[in-house]
């Protein structure tokens, strides 16, 4: 199982980004996905999730701003985020858990400046 995340990079505070993870060795179909994000020196929590009939839900901080989809053609979850704070710093990491364990990708970086 591999996930790779993609697409972060240094915006403005307002803009808009929009993370690719591209998933491979796993039943994608049948997998529940999910964002985290870890800010610096903070623990790592749960941005939005999407399960795998594509319901989805989202932190509070969130709502409103990020979306989070899926391609089952791709394989590939987005996360589309507009309107960033400076408080959206953090590395962006894919999960899912999948043949019994949690599996994670690289992340990436994503950085709001004001």
């Known amino acids: 199982v591999q996930l790779q995340a993609s697409g972060g990079g240094l915006v403005q505070a307002g803009g808009s980004l929009r993370l690719s993870c591209k998933t491979s060795?796993?039943?994608?179909?049948?997998?529940?996905m999910t964002w985290y994000r870890q800010a610096p020196g903070k623990q790592r929590d749960l941005v939005a999730k999407?399960?795998?009939?594509?319901?989805?839900d989202y932190v509070d901080s969130v709502k409103g701003r990020f979306t989070i989809s899926r391609d089952y053609s791709r394989n590939t979850v987005f996360l589309q985020m507009n309107n960033l704070e400076p408080e959206d710093t953090a590395v962006y990491y894919c999960?899912?858990?999948?043949?019994?364990?949690?599996?994670w990708g690289q992340g990436t970086q994503v950085t709001v400046s004001s």
């Open positions: 999407i399960s795998s009939s594509g319901s989805t």
């Open positions: 060795g796993m039943n994608f179909r049948i997998a529940d």
């Open positions: 999960n899912t858990f999948y043949g019994g364990s949690q599996r």
